[in-house]
């Protein structure tokens, strides 16, 4: 098994008057020669939007756009049928396949928005552009973890055009999560939420991640009550 490591205080970082965003992998303002991506995982942003303010209109390609709400709400608009609010335990992709125009925007006048979007690179070039959004605030239990994203969008997930899995959920304290690599030669990305983790002997705390591959499983043992999220991907 293969590991790296990557620390929250060392992501990339802006700020401005309504949005503080890290940057687990080059993006933006933030290059980092060693953190372009995890085999088909590209981006993973943290952002804290504030009230009324958001992301403009505009465009991407070819590239799978997850969007999980942690905190408050977005407010989403697109040009292939999507428009309506993104709530905390709901998550939303866009398969933006030939072309995709989208904004997103906190609707609150009050309150701040965390949520993380995600890029993995497709499977299948210039497909039709696609909008999926679920909410599974029903579907999680503690001590479990809970399926996003797959690829044939099964057992009540979300369909994504890569070979990718992504899951989540909430554990107490001396737990120990066995993940099995759903597709071989995959690797996984481990970014820690909440809490307090090891796996293979490394510490991860709030907002580490830990990316591990080479290997057909892995086992996660939390130090303390935990959210972790696991983004399954290939390795290209």
């Known amino acids: ?26 993006f933006g303002p933030y290059y980092n020669p060693e953190r372009i991506r995890f085999g088909a995982l590209r981006v993973l942003n943290d952002d804290f939007i504030g009230a009324g303010k958001g992301f403009g209109a505009h465009p991407h390609d070819n590239m799978e756009i997850i969007t999980v709400v942690l ?12 428009d309506g609010i993104i709530k905390a335990g709901e998550v939303q992709i866009i398969t933006a396949g030939t072309g995709v125009s989208h904004s997103e925007f906190n ?29 599974f605030t029903d579907a999680y239990n503690i001590n479990q973890l809970t399926a996003l994203l797959t ?5 009540g997930t979300l369909k994504i055009n890569q070979d990718a899995v992504f899951s989540i959920g909430k554990f107490e304290q001396g737990q120990q999560i066995n993940y099995p690599i759903q597709f071989t030669g995959n690797g996984a990305y481990v970014f820690l939420l909440e809490g307090e983790a090891e796996i293979d002997n490394q510490v991860l705390n709030k907002r580490d991640a830990l990316g591990v591959y080479d290997t057909s499983s892995f086992t996660i043992i939390t130090k303390a009550q935990s959210r972790v999220l696991i983004i399954e991907v290939p390795m290209l």
Not at 8 to 20: F, K, P, V
Not at 111 to 124: A, D, R
């Open 151 to 155: 690829p044939d969008g099964s057992s």
């Open 71 to 82: 905190k408050g709400a977005l407010e989403h608009k697109d040009n292939v049928g999507g």
């Open 1 to 26: 098994m293969k590991t790296v490591f990557h620390p929250a205080n060392l992501r990339g970082n802006t700020q401005s008057e309504w949005l503080n965003a890290n940057f687990s992998f080059s």
């Open 107 to 135: 609707p609150s006048a009050t309150e701040e928005t965390n949520s993380l979007q995600i890029w993995v690179y497709p499977k299948v070039l210039n497909v039709s552009p696609n909008y999926q959004q679920k909410s």
